[in-house]
């Protein structure tokens, strides 16, 4: 039987999301089709429509989400019909080098940033899913190793959120960092994954935690988040950050944006001898510019945080016993929850710097 469904699909660069009818493939063997109940709007879905990633398309947005299995096909054995999962966008082979070396998050037979086609169709022709998820849907499409299995208790916007901007958040303080207690943290960029980090950040033990962002706008959020100081983007930054860490500067600065310029500003925020972590996902031709002698002289150590660097069949089974436990509270990060055909006017308050989580609800 043929089953269509609607979903936020992009037909072309620079084209408006709007809702299409889908026609769903008949599963195969290894996978597994979701009814996706809640989806989160993430920088990056924004980052595919606003030209600053450049997906294959027609497209369909969305890959922070959470669901209900529906369908399993011949071979599934991590998941049943009935079990409520988190969508994985980077699932791991375990069985390529990083797999098999203890790094997951960077398989290489995973698509990561890629669009991919999965079988769906528009208009009798394939279509791309967004980081092989396509979650701004009715339902997905996937491969078994790509949910994960939560309580059902946890609420299922709740649930979307560990898919992305908590675990990215939250990874990016104990797995890349490693913020111990003690540390000043610095945090430039305050989205759905900049306010994890913040969360994150309190709970390693950082004495201070300085939230950055370009407006005023965020102070409420940060301090929900538990930030200990809010700042207002300018070009004395460093300045401000060395104010208020003992002229040091801090042990930690965590970039939340992805671009050339907060890169930068993370860097001079940190002291000689601090780390730069860097969590957004930005263009291919937004170059960082930093001195050889400066590289050498302050002894930072810059680097990425893919996913969490985390291990994600592990962590975020744990994250959900944490948010059930009352050990961490995400209730601050959803400030809007909406509809599917609401996700572009959320597109719209994520550019202007408003709110912390849209999650749509289907
Ligand atoms: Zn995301
Ligand atoms: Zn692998």
């Known amino acids: 039987m043929t089953q269509y469904m609607t979903g936020l699909v992009v037909r072309d660069t620079g084209a408006p999301a709007a ?28 980052s595919m429509v606003n030209g600053t990633l450049r997906p294959p398309h027609p497209l369909v947005l969305g890959h922070e989400a959470a669901g209900e299995v529906v369908e399993i096909g ?25 797999c098999e070396h203890g790094e997951p998050w960077l398989c290489s037979t995973s698509h990561g940033v890629a669009a991919q086609s999965n079988g769906i169709t528009l208009d009798g022709a394939p279509v791309h899913v967004t980081l092989g998820v396509g979650a701004f849907a009715e339902q997905v499409v ?37 913020v111990a207690p003690g540390d000043s943290v610095v945090v430039i960029g305050l989205g759905g994954v900049g306010l994890s980090v913040v969360t994150a950040a309190r709970a390693a033990g950082a004495a201070q935690v300085i939230a950055v962002d370009v407006t005023e706008a965020k102070k409420g959020l940060a301090e929900a988040a538990g930030a200990t100081d809010f700042v207002v983007s300018s070009d004395n930054l460093s300045k401000d950050i060395r104010s208020r860490t003992g002229r040091l ?23 000689s001898g601090g780390q730069v972590t860097v969590v957004g996902m930005g263009a291919a031709d937004d170059m960082v510019q930093l001195s ?71």
């Open 249 to 271: 500067g801090a042990d930690h600065a965590i970039e939340c944006v992805g671009r050339a310029a907060t890169i930068r500003a993370a860097w001079r925020a940190t002291r």
């Open 142 to 178: 996937v491969p078994e190793n790509a949910v994960i299995p939560v309580p059902r208790e946890l609420a299922f916007d709740l649930a979307a959120l560990l898919g992305c901007a908590v675990l990215t958040g939250t990874g990016a303080v104990r797995n890349t960092a490693r």
């Open 292 to 362: 050889a002698l400066d590289i050498f002289s302050s002894a930072r150590t810059l680097r990425a945080s893919v996913y969490g660097q985390a291990d994600t069949d592990l962590e975020v089974p744990a994250l959900a016993r944490d948010v059930l436990d009352g050990k961490l509270n995400l209730d601050h990060l959803i400030t809007d929850r909406i509809t599917l055909a609401e996700v572009p006017a959320a597109f719209d308050r994520m550019s202007r710097g408003e709110g912390a989580r849209s999650v749509a609800l289907l």
């Open 74 to 98: 011949e071979h599934v054995t991590r998941t049943a019909v009935g079990d409520h999962v988190v969508l994985n966008w980077q699932p791991a082979c375990r069985t390529c080098w990083f």
């Open 19 to 46: 809702l299409a009818e889908l026609r769903l493939p008949e599963i195969g063997p290894g996978q597994v089709r979701v009814r996706v109940r809640a989806a989160g709007v993430c920088h990056s879905d924004l």
